[in-house]
């Protein structure tokens, strides 16, 4: 069952259209992730799903109750949505304890445990309890308005980039814990971030925002490897985007003949490999009908390098590609061949195809 269904929502400031025509179902126990750019309308949607703004069209369902359509609105504080703002958003005058326990009911010393276990769950540390906002970290403000959300059981949870503060290796291990707890206390979450990395580890559905507008929902998987369009592609990660001629399920580009992941189209087209598909070894003193070509340029970064290769048209023959191309590779193999060697390139997997002009 969904737990949270936008039907056809749109905001508008002035000649911005913050966010357009947005349509999405969160199944109960999810954790969607929401992506895109700065300026995307990501903190204006969840801002309509918290009850802080207004759509000025479309209808948000919770559990099969409207929250808001375009005659009835449900008031934030009685949503049972926990929202952790882009900014943290902390009482300034109240304590760590107090801005967490704020909603809390019950006696001094239930409120008192309560506050500390949670203050636990975020990785806060017990001596902070009586600080004030203004003496905390920026990170450690974002944990204190996650526990002061969790304090209140929600059914949902909404987090605009509550990491952003961290520095990475705290980033990790919040993302980590926030997810385990998410999931032990079996609360929807939609995470808002602009990191891909941290969307796709964190979600188990995504939904990639461009201009106001949902391009695209799905596991991580499938948008990692089939992506809907290029800008996508290139969001999501590294990726090699090749011109290729189609047929028959096959494309064949500077990198020789792969098979594709949508078996009729055909023409010209533009296809997707990621670089932890590709392979290279060297060339020299062997023979092998896989593509050839030249290391031009290497740029060594530790775990990879990012090699330019110069491909051999002659070898694989593309019709009208007389020229030699190059392409960018990058390698994660524990030993590179040497620039200026000769190397084959062996693809694994399919090519996923970006965009074709005909259709067979
Ligand atoms: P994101 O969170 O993806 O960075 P926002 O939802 O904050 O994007 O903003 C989307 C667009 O709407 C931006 O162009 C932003 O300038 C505009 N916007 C957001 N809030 C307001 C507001 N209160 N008044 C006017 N424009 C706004
Ligand atoms: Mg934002």
Not at 30 to 46: D, E, N, Y
Not at 110 to 129: H, I, N, P, T
Not at 130 to 152: F, K, Y
């Amino acid at each position: 069952m969904s737990v949270l269904e936008l039907d056809s929502i749109s905001k508008r400031f002035g000649a911005v259209h913050a966010v357009e025509n947005i349509s999405l179902s969160v199944p109960s126990g999810s954790r969607v992730a929401i992506v895109g750019a700065s300026g995307s309308g990501k903190s204006t949607l969840l801002r309509m799903i918290a009850g802080f703004e207004f759509p000025d069209a479309g209808r948000i369902l919770l559990d099969g109750a409207t929250l808001v359509d375009n005659t009835a609105e449900v008031p934030a504080h009685r949503r049972l949505i926990g929202y952790v703002p882009q900014d943290g958003a902390l009482f300034p005058h109240l304590s760590v304890a107090s801005n967490i326990g704020f909603g809390l009911q019950g006696g001094a010393s239930f409120k008192r445990q309560r506050v500390l276990e949670l203050m636990k769950m975020v990785a806060l540390d017990g001596s902070m309890y009586e600080r004030w906002p203004h003496e905390l970290s920026g990170g450690q403000q974002q944990r204190v308005a996650l526990a002061r959300a969790l304090a209140q059981r929600p059914k949902l949870m909404l987090l605009d980039e509550p990491f952003s503060a961290l520095d990475t290796g705290l980033r990790t291990i919040m993302r980590r814990t926030v997810t385990q707890l998410l999931g032990e206390a079996g609360i929807t979450a939609i995470l808002v971030t602009h990191d891909q990395a941290e969307a796709l580890s964190f979600a188990n559905q995504l939904a990639i925002m461009r201009h106001g507008k949902l391009i695209q929902v799905g596991p991580p998987e499938d948008l990692y490897r089939f992506p809907k369009d290029e800008e996508t592609a290139h969001f999501l990660g590294d990726a090699i985007v090749l011109p290729a001629q189609l047929s028959s399920g096959w494309a064949v580009s500077a990198l020789g003949r792969v098979a594709v992941s949508n078996r009729h189209l055909s023409g010209a087209a533009r296809i997707l490999l990621r670089p932890e598909q590709v392979h290279i070894e060297s060339a020299e003193h062997k023979q092998s009908d896989l593509p050839r070509g030249q290391i031009i340029e290497m740029d060594y970064s530790g775990g990879s390098s990012t090699l330019t290769v110069k491909m051999d048209p002659a070898v694989w023959g593309m019709d009208g590609a007389s020229q030699a191309m190059t392409v960018s590779i990058r390698s994660f193999q524990n030993t590179v061949p040497r620039v200026g060697s000769t190397v084959h390139v062996k693809i694994d997997g399919l090519a996923h195809v970006l965009s074709a002009v005909a259709e067979d």
